[in-house]
Antibody
């Protein structure tokens, strides 16, 4: 079964760091770009950033709201994508989803999401 | 960033109705437009990609059309499981953006 499972969410104080993991199974992880999205409580979807596959350089792009604070990386040997979140703000509170990217930059596989709450 | 505007923001309809949701981009995005369905407490589900291509496993009552700046998602005959929130997403720009969502409710 093709699956993504996020982990690492929780309650964190403003200014602190948190790392989310996204473990993939059922497909050749290294062949795909992986993206992270988030959804604040009661709000819509927001793209956070993505990492290209190694075939396309493994480079990253980020939303303006997180650039310089968040870093996406990948370990293809373990089929895991990471979202390192530093200098967290209360407005980063959201459910975070990792996704697999298919053609036309559509996202066909989503994890179940992990909640990140930034509060003192 | 490219702004995506959906209309209506909410919609009440009955089982069996034909429903259309519109998405407008602030600039031309060719056919780089995808549609998702999200139910409460669940991850979004891809319905349509490249404006009009049906994702594998999605019922044929869902269809998409449009190009440039104006797009539509149509559900030909609403089923009980279709009551959810729908989002459009542009993938023309590296910085992806979504519409604000359309909440489809039972009348």
């Amino acid at each position: 079964e093709v699956q993504l499972v996020e982990s690492g969410g929780g309650l964190v104080q403003p200014g602190r760091s948190l790392r989310l993991s996204c473990t993939a199974s059922g497909f050749t992880f290294g062949d795909y770009a992986m993206s992270w999205f988030r959804q604040a409580p009661g709000k819509g979807l927001e793209w956070v950033g993505f990492i290209r596959s190694k075939a396309y350089g493994g480079t990253t792009e980020y939303a303006a709201s997180v650039k310089g604070r968040f870093t996406i990386s990948r370990d293809d040997s373990k089929s895991i994508a990471y979202l390192q979140m530093n200098s967290l703000k209360t407005e980063d509170t959201a459910v975070y989803y990792c996704t697999r990217e298919k053609t036309y930059r559509a996202f066909d596989i989503w994890g179940q999401g992990t909640m990140v709450t930034v509060s003192s | 960033d490219i702004q995506m505007t959906q209309s209506p923001s909410s919609l009440s309809a009955s089982v069996g109705d034909r429903v259309t949701i519109t998405c407008r981009a602030s600039q031309s995005i060719s056919s780089y437009l995808n549609w998702y369905q999200q139910k409460p407490g669940k991850a979004p589900k891809l319905l349509i990609y490249a404006a009009s291509s049906l994702q594998s496993g999605v019922p044929s009552r869902f269809s998409g059309s449009g190009s440039g700046t104006d797009f539509t998602l149509t559900i030909s005959s609403l089923q009980p499981e279709d009551f959810a929130t729908y989002y459009c997403q542009q993938s023309y720009s590296t910085r992806l953006t979504f519409g604000q969502g359309t909440r489809l409710e039972i009348k």
